[in-house]
């Protein structure tokens, strides 16, 4: 069993900032690509950002420049450090990973969602 568990979410003023942390801990082969999701009210869930097991990453075009993606492998955790935070990034956000969990299945795992509430 493989589980995603997620913090770091809260409220923040606008230009504030946030990190979200992902850990994933289990029966874990090896762990490919990783990113975060959001979903506001009312809309379908979006890709925010993701790093491959190389550790490239890539982003929504509406957080370039403001959001980071990273891993850190030793401790299978994704991060999203969120600066110059804005009302519209205000979501449920959702850590994804590919992970195996032998040498020939790969499965796709959800974290539980953290809320990021941008208000002032």
């Known amino acids: 069993q493989v589980q995603l568990v997620e913090s770091g979410g809260g409220l923040v003023q606008p230009g504030g900032s946030l990190r979200l942390s992902c850990a994933a801990s289990?029966?874990?082969?090896?762990?490919?690509?990783m990113g975060w999701y959001r979903q506001a009210p009312g809309k379908q869930r979006e890709l925010v950002a993701a790093?491959?097991?190389?550790?490239?990453?890539n982003y929504v075009d509406s957080v370039k420049g403001r959001f980071t993606i990273s891993r850190d492998n030793a401790k299978n955790t994704v991060y999203l450090q969120m600066n110059t935070l804005k009302p519209e990034d205000t979501a449920v956000y959702y850590c994804n990973a590919r992970i195996s969990v032998n040498r020939y299945a790969e499965y796709d795992y959800w974290g539980q969602g953290t809320q990021v509430t941008v208000s002032s």
């Open positions: 289990g029966r874990i082969f090896s762990i490919n690509g």
């Open positions: 790093i491959s097991a190389g550790g490239t990453p």
